[in-house]
């Protein structure tokens, strides 16, 4: 959190994460330029290991862009997402690669400047089955890179979590650059590898296919919240689950309502849904030590005032809440974030419903 | 324009920009960060490693930030413009 940078947060968790990053790549890069070496006698090793860096990069493309709505999906997928920024590195290491042997190969022994004969050597910039899918790939080689680099916590905070992640949305602009690149690319080559469009058309369909589906169940309901209104009925006691959180759509942003334990009985509190980190939907996490944890990177904010705890410095908008008769009232208005608000208490059984 | 006269300029403004960014990170991840993030002021060279190729590339941003004095600027979503509007009308 924000107490002090440092190059990474090491654990457990990351060390294991990145370990079987690592040996991915490897496994597949042995079978992908093993295979190759079998199967096409005529294929050199470096154009084996250009197209199995390229492979690779694609592939991983793929698992980032699909670990968002599998988490939303099944909070199974979770522990995914928990390091999904090094797997985003790994993807633009291996595209770097890639796009590195490629220039060295195909446009380092001439007279251009190799960057100039990559945006030059075809200028068929007028057609579309010839455009030079080459200058689509450095482009997103470019995007990769600047995603890559602004992957420390130091951008989020010096950028703002909305401004990081607009900017960081752009991989879907690499994305179909990169599909257009590899399309382009079979379809200039000789042999046409039909194989491979349809790969591409199966990885495109299934990450479309998450991205609507996760959308749709995503939608969170919206009370009746007429302006004017003090206080807006959102839900009744027992639709909370303990230690857990339902999400609504109040002051056109998601508030988390949170039912949680605390010492001398059940206590009802509200936030704003979106955590000063990465915007992490919080009510999508649960109350873990008295606070609530944020599903993605495990940020954390007292549900009674949204401070994270001592020494981190966090602080996010919170929500006056109340019961009566069984159901949650809450105050569309947000407090400034920081902000005390009595949460309301329940009692001691569970899901007990007294009025606060 | 020839595409290869067209190529060469954007090579080489793209290279002028890289090569700015290049000199001026180093002083600013040795100097600056800790000005506008106080997170920063004591980070160590991993960090500071870590975040060079960012500098570089967003150096017009951050020397912007650091001749202001500024520090790491506040979030805004729905709910926090919300909320300060009506803090500032309660202090109105």
């Given at each position: 959190m924000s107490a002090e940078y440092q190059a990474v947060l090491?654990?457990?968790?990351?060390?294991?994460?990145?370990?079987?990053?690592?040996?991915?790549?490897?496994v597949f890069l042995g079978l992908f330029v093993g295979i190759g070496v079998a199967t096409r006698t005529q294929a050199t090793i470096e154009t084996l290991l250009i197209r199995g860096f390229g492979a690779g990069a694609l592939l991983l493309l793929h698992v980032v862009l699909?670990?968002?709505?599998?988490?939303?999906?099944d909070p199974r997928f979770l522990p995914l997402l928990y390091n999904r920024r090094h797997l985003g590195v790994c993807t633009f290491l291996l595209a770097l690669a890639h796009g590195g042997f490629?220039?060295?190969?195909?446009?380092?022994?001439?007279?251009?400047?190799?960057?100039?004969?990559?945006?030059?050597?075809n200028g068929n910039y007028d057609s579309l089955s010839q455009f030079p899918f080459q200058a689509l790939g450095l482009l997103a080689l470019v995007i990769l890179f600047l995603l890559a680099a602004t992957s420390h916590d130091f951008w989020l905070a010096n950028l703002t979590a909305p401004v990081w992640k607009s900017l960081h949305m752009v991989v879907y602009v690499a994305y179909g650059l990169i599909l257009a690149h590899v399309a382009l690319g079979s379809l200039q080559a000789p042999e046409r590898p039909t194989a491979l469009a349809v790969l591409l058309g199966i990885g495109f369909a299934g990450i479309a296919s998450?991205?609507?589906?996760?959308?749709?169940?995503?939608?969170?309901?919206?009370?009746?919240?007429?302006?004017?209104?003090?206080?807006?009925?959102?839900?009744?006691?027992?639709?909370?689950?303990?230690?857990?959180?339902?999400?609504?759509?109040?002051?056109?942003?998601?508030?988390?309502?949170?039912?949680?334990?605390?010492?001398?009985?059940?206590?009802i509190a509200a936030v704003s849904n979106v955590c000063q980190h990465q915007n992490g939907p919080l009510g999508e996490g649960r109350v873990v030590d008295g606070c609530i944890t944020c599903p993605w990177h495990g940020y954390q904010y007292r549900p009674e005032?949204?401070?994270?705890?001592?020494?981190?410095?966090?602080?996010?908008?919170?929500?006056?809440?109340?019961v009566e008769r069984d159901r949650v009232l809450v105050d569309p208005r947000p407090n400034p974030p920081g902000t005390h608000a009595e949460p309301a208490r329940l009692g001691t059984a569970s899901g007990a419903g007294e009025p606060s | 324009m020839s595409i290869v006269r067209a190529a060469e300029v954007v090579v080489l403004l793209c290279t002028v920009y890289i090569a700015l960014g290049l000199a001026f990170a180093p002083f600013f991840v040795w100097r600056g960060v800790g000005r506008i993030d106080p997170a920063a002021r004591s980070a160590g060279f991993g960090f500071r490693l870590i975040i060079l190729p960012g500098v570089a590339a967003l150096w017009p941003v951050l020397l912007r930030r650091w001749l202001a004095g500024r520090?790491?600027?506040?979030?805004?979503?729905?709910?926090?413009?919300?909320?300060?509007?009506?803090?500032?009308?309660?202090?109105?």
């Open positions: 090491w654990n457990r968790n990351k060390k294991l994460y990145d370990l079987t990053i690592a040996a991915g790549v490897v699909a670990i968002g709505p599998l988490c939303r999906l490629s220039i060295l190969q195909f446009h380092g022994l001439g007279v251009l400047n190799p960057l100039v004969s990559v945006l030059a050597s998450l991205h609507l589906v996760a959308g749709w169940r995503e939608r969170a309901p919206a009370p009746d919240a007429a302006a004017g209104h003090s206080a807006v009925d959102v839900c009744a006691v027992s639709d909370i689950p303990l230690d857990r959180a339902r999400i609504f759509l109040l002051a056109d942003e998601r508030v988390a309502v949170f039912r949680y334990r605390a010492e001398g009985g059940e206590r005032d949204g401070c994270s705890p001592p020494p981190f410095t966090e602080t996010i908008p919170t929500f006056s809440v109340r | 520090r790491p600027p506040s979030e805004r979503n729905a709910h926090r413009d919300a909320a300060a509007s009506r803090a500032g009308q309660a202090s109105a």
